[in-house]
C-alpha cells in the first residue's frame, strides 16, 4: 500500500515568487492536512481538506492557500514568497477514526 | 486554545534504563492525544494513541485528564530507541488540526 507521496521534495524559490506543492494521500484516505515544520516554530498546522473542502485553518496569512481535488490529492500555494518561508513542508493523510499519517515532506528554500 | 508542552528538549539514558518523555496539554474539552516519533532522516510516523490503548515498540502512555498529560513511557530503553519524539493534540470528531509540542530528543547511549 503505497504511503502519503509529496512532490517535489527539494524546491529553492526566490522572494516574490510563487510555489506549489502537490500531495497524494493514501488511497481511500479523504482528509488531507497540511504542516509547516522550521526549528524555531516546530510543526504547525496550516489547513485540512475533506472532500475537497477546506474544514479547519491554522493562523497562517492569507499567501497561504490549499485545494484538494475530486481524487482527494491536495496542493499548497504560496504566493509573494518571503525568507521566512523556507521550512519542510509536511502533508499528512488520514482516514475517519484512524490517526494521520505523513510524507516525507517538502523542503523549501527562499532565497 | 489548544496547547501541548514537552518540557525537556533533550533527554540522554543508557540502554538497559527506563525512559519516560513527559507530556502535558491544555485544552478544554476531551482531546484525542498521539505520539509521533521521526527517526533519523525518516518521516514522522505515529508511534501511539491513547484510545487505542497498544504498546508499541515497548512504549505506552496513559491519558491522565486530571493532571492533563500523557507521558511516553518504556521500562528498558534500547540504541534503535534514539529519535526526535512529538505529542500531538487533536479535539477530535472533525476537527483534525493536530497541535504538536516541540518535541523531546530521545538519545539512548550504550
Known amino acids: 500500500k503505497a504511503g502519503v507521496t509529496q512532490t517535489p521534495r527539494y524546491l529553492i524559490k526566490t522572494r516574490g515568487q510563487q510555489v506549489t506543492l502537490s500531495c497524494s494521500p493514501i488511497?481511500?484516505?479523504?482528509?488531507v492536512s497540511w504542516y509547516q515544520q522550521t526549528p524555531g516554530q516546530g510543526l504547525q498546522f496550516l489547513f485540512e481538506?475533506?472532500?475537497?473542502?477546506?474544514?479547519n485553518k491554522g493562523n497562517f496569512p492569507g499567501r497561504f492557500s490549499g485545494r484538494q481535488f475530486s481524487n482527494s490529492r491536495s496542493e499548497m500555494n504560496v504566493s509573494t514568497l518571503e525568507l521566512g518561508d523556507s521550512a519542510l513542508y509536511l502533508c499528512?493523510?488520514?482516514?475517519?477514526?484512524?490517526?494521520?499519517?505523513f510524507g516525507s515532506g517538502t523542503r523549501l528554500t527562499v532565497v | 486554545a489548544q496547547r501541548v508542552t514537552q518540557p525537556e528538549k533533550l533527554l540522554s539514558v543508557f540502554k538497559g534504563a527506563p525512559v519516560e518523555l513527559k507530556c502535558n496539554y491544555s485544552?478544554?474539552?476531551?482531546?484525542?492525544l498521539f505520539w509521533y516519533v521521526q527517526y533519523s532522516r525518516q518521516r514522522l510516523q505515529l508511534l501511539l494513541r491513547?484510545?487505542s490503548r497498544e504498546s508499541i515498540k515497548g512504549f505506552t502512555a496513559d491519558l491522565n485528564k486530571g493532571e492533563t498529560s500523557f507521558h511516553l513511557k518504556k521500562p528498558f530503553a534500547q540504541e534503535e530507541d534514539s529519535a526526535m519524539y512529538y505529542c500531538?493534540?487533536?479535539?477530535?470528531?472533525?476537527?483534525?488540526?493536530?497541535?504538536f509540542g516541540k518535541g523531546t530528543l530521545l538519545t539512548v547511549n550504550p
Open positions: 499528512a493523510s488520514s482516514l475517519v477514526g484512524f490517526g494521520y499519517t
Open positions: 488511497s481511500g484516505h479523504r482528509s
Open positions: 481538506y475533506f472532500s475537497e473542502t477546506q474544514r
Open positions: 485544552y478544554s474539552g476531551s482531546p484525542e
Open positions: 491513547h484510545i
Open positions: 500531538a493534540l487533536s479535539p477530535g470528531g472533525s476537527n483534525y488540526k493536530l497541535t
